[in-house]
């Protein structure tokens, strides 16, 4: 059974910084493009980075320069470092899989910038 089980997400102040976490199972994680998206109110989920089955990244241009993502092949787990967080990084941030037309996604997990 394949899941992604996101976590970390929380409430922080402007200019604060989280680590999210997602841990995967069910499937061989090393070979899938592990990607994290963002889902705010009334808004469209956005890709906010990706990371190759190499480690080569992209990230969307909001978040260039304060956003790392990373994963650990041994853990089946991908990283989301956020760093001075802003309040339109509020939302609820999706784990994502995919491989060749393969897509998981995980629940979500709420992250709110606000003072």
């Known amino acids: 059974q394949v899941q992604l089980v996101e976590s970390g997400g929380g409430l922080v102040q402007p200019g604060g910084s989280l680590r999210l976490s997602c841990a995967a199972s069910?499937?061989?994680?090393?070979?899938?493009?592990m990607g994290w998206y963002r889902q705010a109110p009334e808004k469209q989920r956005e890709l906010v980075a990706h990371?190759?089955?190499?480690?080569?990244?992209n990230y969307a241009d909001s978040v260039k320069g304060r956003f790392a993502i990373s994963r650990d092949n041994a853990k089946n787990t991908v990283y989301l470092q956020m760093n001075s967080l802003k309040p339109d990084d509020t939302a609820v941030y999706y784990c994502?899989?995919?491989?060749?037309?393969?897509?998981?996604w995980g629940k979500g997990t709420l992250v709110t910038v606000s003072s």
């Open positions: 069910g499937f061989t994680f090393s070979i899938f493009t």
């Open positions: 990371i190759f089955r190499d480690g080569t990244t």
């Open positions: 994502n899989a995919g491989f060749i037309g393969v897509n998981y």
